[in-house]
């Protein structure tokens, strides 16, 4: 590949991301990528080549969104009350997921184990010292686990993006899973 390969290349992946992110933002995880190779002036092909699923493409959106996560939480560890702190990342993370379109789909695919770099193992890695903390101070119980956290904050996003107002729900359901619930007596 020549140098002036390499340079259309870079600006391919630099457009098509850019249109990506813009229409992932509008659409949410089922955005065209036939509109995003469309708008970028690129073919499918391209986009394909560039991102060969729609994961790869949904996680090359949302990898600002999940640094941002992974800084917030390194920023939280070792301060204040573990199970406050842990619960403060969590209601961090429903927020980002519930505004970011797409993040939860994001999140909600397994790692890939050949790159080990996917959005769920960040976010999982990220929470993972802070959920260990709270573990130790008893706060949470020992068999919890980063992926199920994770997993049901995906969840909450996803059954709540419909509602009129899909953060106050979220927020509401992070609540009533962090409160547990209690049956009739």
Not at 52 to 75: G, K, Y
Not at 90 to 115: K, W
Not at 138 to 150: F, I
Not at 156 to 174: F, G, N, S, V
Request: with cysteine; charged share 25%; proline share 3%.
């Amino acid at each position: 590949m020549t140098e002036s390969q390499r340079a259309d290349a870079r600006r391919n992946h630099g457009r098509i991301l850019a249109v990506a992110e813009r229409e992932v933002a509008e659409h949410g995880a089922g955005a065209s990528l036939e509109q995003i190779a469309r708008v970028a002036g690129v073919g499918s092909a391209t986009v394909r080549r560039h991102f060969p699923t729609r994961q790869a493409l949904l996680e090359a959106v949302s990898h600002q969104r999940v640094e941002a996560l992974r800084e917030r939480a390194h920023e939280l560890t070792g301060s204040g009350d573990s199970r406050d702190v842990l619960l403060t990342w969590l209601a961090d993370l429903t927020a980002y997921c519930v505004t970011a379109r797409g993040l939860a789909t994001a999140l909600s695919y397994e790692a890939d184990p050949v790159q080990g770099n996917s959005c769920a193992t960040i976010v999982g890695e990220a929470v993972e010292p802070l959920l260990r903390r709270a573990i130790g101070d008893g706060a949470v119980p020992a068999d919890v686990t980063s992926v199920e956290l994770v997993t049901l904050v995906v969840g909450i996003a996803m059954a709540t993006e419909q509602h009129r107002d899909p953060a106050a729900a979220a927020e509401r359901l992070l609540a009533v899973a962090v409160a547990g619930i209690s049956p009739i007596r």
